[in-house]
């Protein structure tokens, strides 16, 4: 029984995870999940990257979307807006509020975020076995340029220099703001003082192959790696660890990875995301054909680099990518 570990966040993560699923059917995996997305809302915590793991493996996904329940309706959504209760920006349909209510619910009589996200998966039968990276909270905020500030020269700046900038939630970045402003840092809330989950780093001393999927490098993976002890359970892993290239041809296939990349000075190309995980983690990683004359560049890294199709059209175009990184972690670990 081959045992996988995933760190997973976002839509790329967890269509990677339904191919790889297929590829390896007999694999034991585990998710490591991102928790960073996390939001309170409506007095509810709502966690977008395990509930889009849980949803897509489970069947109940929007499929087009890649997030939220597939046909949704939104009636408490209007009824809120109807209080003038916000936000309204952020789309929590009707079937998704209960996920939240039952997850709120656990939460409040004292269940861990690990035991409720075993609980709602027990409905949902993913086919893995999903980990929040953490029980404790972590919020990542994104710091812009505070628009109002410049709508109100008389706010000026602190002096400190910061020019009327302010942080705000991820999900207010990535979906009101459709991270159409600058960010020029991006911070995991808490999570200097988180510890892994139970089970987590269990499931990495443990596992035969890690694999960072095509997951957005900043907010995804590395909010996971933020979580004190799993980098460096990670790096003392004396297993395969190969990732897939999230860039494509110089741009994200999906979602605003690039905004992200641009915040802590790291390039928007498939060899930059390698060097930045760079070889003291990642041993192997994929990079699509159009990026072939990465390769080079990768290997000269200390990452052995294969150029395979990396666009997930499909289920079967997903499961050859996840095949081949298994491929790849085979010859690695030769
Ligand atoms: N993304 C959007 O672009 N717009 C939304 O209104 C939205 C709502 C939403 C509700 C629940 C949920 O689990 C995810 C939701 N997302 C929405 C996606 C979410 O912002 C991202 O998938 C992750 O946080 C990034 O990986």
Redesign the pocket.
């Known amino acids: 029984m081959q045992r996988i570990v995933v760190l997973a966040?976002?839509?790329?993560?967890a269509r990677f995870l339904r191919g790889l699923r297929q590829a390896a059917p007999d694999a034991e995996i585990t998710v490591i999940g991102?928790t960073g997305?996390d939001?309170h809302l409506f007095g509810l915590k709502?966690?977008?990257?395990l509930?889009?793991v849980m949803?897509t493996l489970g069947g109940g996904i929007h499929e087009e979307?890649?997030?939220?329940r597939a046909d949704e309706t939104f009636t408490v959504k209007e009824e809120l807006a109807a209080y003038g209760v916000g936000p309204a920006?952020?789309?929590?349909?009707d079937r998704?509020f209960a996920t939240h209510i039952v997850r709120t619910q656990m939460i409040s009589a004292g269940y861990p975020l690990s035991a409720v996200t075993e609980a709602l998966c027990q409905r949902w039968q993913p086919g893995v076995r999903l980990l929040p990276m953490t029980d404790d909270r972590v919020e990542t905020h994104v710091l812009v340029d505070d628009p109002d500030a410049a709508a109100d020269p008389g706010r000026g700046d602190a002096g400190d220099g910061a020019g009327g900038r302010r942080a705000v939630h991820?999900?207010e970045y990535?979906?009101r703001l459709?991270a159409a402003v600058d960010a020029h840092a991006v911070v995991p809330i808490g999570a200097d003082q988180a510890k892994p989950a139970p089970g987590v780093l269990e499931a990495l001393a443990a596992a035969d192959t890690v694999l960072f999927p095509p997951?957005?490098p900043v907010?995804?993976i590395g909010t996971i790696l933020a979580v004190p002890g799993i980098r460096e359970a990670i790096a003392d892993a004396d297993v395969p660890v190969v990732g897939l290239s999230p860039i494509v041809g110089g741009a994200p296939v999906r979602?605003m990875a690039d905004k992200m990349l641009a915040a802590i000075g790291v390039e928007t190309t498939a060899q930059a995301v390698a060097r930045h995980y760079g070889s003291g983690l990642l041993d192997g990683w994929l990079v699509d054909t159009a990026d072939a004359d990465a390769v080079p560049d990768v290997e000269a890294a200390g990452i052995r680099c294969r150029a395979v199709p990396l666009m997930m059209s499909g289920p079967d175009a997903t499961a050859l990518m996840a095949a081949e990184a298994l491929t790849l972690a085979e010859e690695v670990r030769a």
């Open positions: 966040g976002g839509i790329g993560g991102n997305d939001i709502v966690c977008p990257d509930d889009t949803y979307q890649g997030w939220g920006w952020f789309g929590l349909g998704d991820f999900q990535w979906v459709r997951s957005n907010v995804s979602g």
